[in-house]
């Protein structure tokens, strides 16, 4: 294990994951890594880091993230990471369960961001990294709820950035394509569904692209890319042909970009 450095980065979600590779990366870097997950107690040892000190979160909790924030204190460092990944058809998304997975994927991180900064613009240092995703650059049919979260997450994030930079503060995002992670996917539609089928088929065809998906660890390179750069980019695209597909959703019409990721799942 490196030796610390006095940095103190605080990941989110670091039980597995995504997560769990950005906090073995800063570990191995030298910093002093605090990590979360909804119930550190009950993690067994094989899957925790040597050198994370583990702290419960719950995004859903306005009351868990202000007990976290007050805990930390300061860190110059926050990667929100945690986040939930529902799958079904948006006529049927239940209005209740859309402001439950929007209250994980984005007000959760933005109070949580809005605890710590305080702290690094009073030292003016320090770096907040979101982890977004491409669904929320590109279309993805049946993902509407999970992609206009983490839309809203990668606006958040570019508005930040210009209002904090004055105090020399930095903010990124990281927009991952598939990785090979285990992140749930919470499938919501109504009962004989007309959807049922093509949602099904859909799901299968995301699978089968996360089972030869990149591994976390290159997200956890781009978190390392941002903190060695002189003057680290607003947006990062991580995963197999994740700069292609980067390129095309900024470059090419979108009905293009709509047709192609169309044809990706299967729906035309």
Same mark, same amino acid.
């Given at each position: 294990?490196?030796?610390?450095?006095?940095?103190? =980065?605080?990941?989110?979600? =670091?039980?597995?994951?995504?997560?769990?590779?950005?906090?073995?990366?800063?570990?191995?870097?030298?910093?002093?890594?605090?990590?979360?997950?909804?119930?550190?107690?009950?993690?067994? +040892?094989?899957?925790?880091?040597?050198?994370?000190?583990?702290?419960?979160?719950?995004?859903?909790?306005?009351?868990?993230?202000?007990?976290? =924030?007050?805990?930390?204190?300061?860190?110059?460092?926050?990667?929100?990471?945690?986040?939930?990944?529902?799958?079904?058809?948006?006529?049927?998304?239940?209005?209740?369960?859309?402001?439950?997975?929007?209250?994980?994927?984005?007000?959760?991180?933005?109070?949580?961001?809005?605890?710590?900064?305080?702290?690094?613009?009073?030292?003016?240092?320090?770096?907040?990294?979101?982890?977004?995703?491409?669904?929320?650059?590109?279309?993805?049919?049946?993902?509407?709820?999970?992609?206009?979260?983490?839309?809203?997450?990668?606006?958040? /994030?570019?508005?930040?950035?210009?209002?904090?930079?004055?105090?020399?503060?930095?903010?990124?995002?990281?927009?991952?394509?598939?990785?090979?992670?285990?992140?749930?996917?919470?499938?919501?539609? =109504?009962?004989?569904?007309?959807?049922?089928?093509?949602?099904?088929?859909?799901?299968?065809?995301?699978?089968?692209?996360?089972?030869?998906?990149?591994?976390?660890?290159?997200?956890?390179?781009?978190?390392?890319?941002?903190?060695?750069?002189?003057?680290?980019?607003?947006?990062?695209?991580?995963?197999?042909?994740?700069?292609?597909?980067?390129?095309?959703?900024?470059?090419? +019409?979108? /009905?293009?970009?709509?047709?192609?990721?169309?044809?990706?799942?299967?729906?035309?």
């Amino acid at each position: 294990m490196a030796a610390k450095s006095g940095r103190v =980065a605080l990941v989110t979600g =670091a039980s597995r994951g995504i997560g769990k590779a950005v906090a073995l990366w800063l570990v191995e870097d030298g910093w002093e890594v605090i990590g979360t997950c909804r119930d550190p107690k009950s993690l067994p +040892p094989e899957r925790r880091l040597p050198g994370v000190r583990y702290l419960p979160l719950d995004l859903s909790s306005p009351r868990s993230i202000a007990a976290l =924030a007050k805990q930390v204190g300061i860190v110059d460092l926050l990667v929100n990471n945690a986040g939930e990944s529902p799958i079904g058809p948006a006529e049927e998304a239940p209005a209740e369960n859309v402001r439950d997975h929007f209250q994980v994927n984005f007000f959760g991180p933005l109070q949580l961001t809005q605890a710590i900064l305080p702290g690094m613009r009073a030292r003016r240092c320090g770096t907040v990294i979101f982890i977004g995703s491409m669904r929320g650059e590109a279309p993805s049919p049946f993902s509407s709820i999970y992609s206009s979260s983490k839309a809203a997450l990668r606006s958040l /994030a570019e508005c930040m950035r210009m209002e904090v930079k004055p105090f020399g503060l930095t903010v990124s995002v990281i927009a991952p394509w598939h990785i090979r992670t285990t992140l749930p996917q919470e499938r919501f539609m =109504a009962a004989k569904s007309p959807y049922a089928n093509t949602v099904k088929r859909v799901k299968q065809r995301r699978d089968e692209m996360i089972e030869h998906a990149a591994e976390p660890s290159v997200v956890a390179a781009a978190v390392g890319k941002i903190l060695r750069a002189a003057r680290p980019k607003s947006f990062y695209s991580a995963g197999k042909a994740a700069g292609v597909q980067a390129f095309m959703v900024r470059h090419l +019409p979108r /009905a293009i970009v709509e047709r192609n990721s169309a044809r990706r799942f299967g729906v035309i």
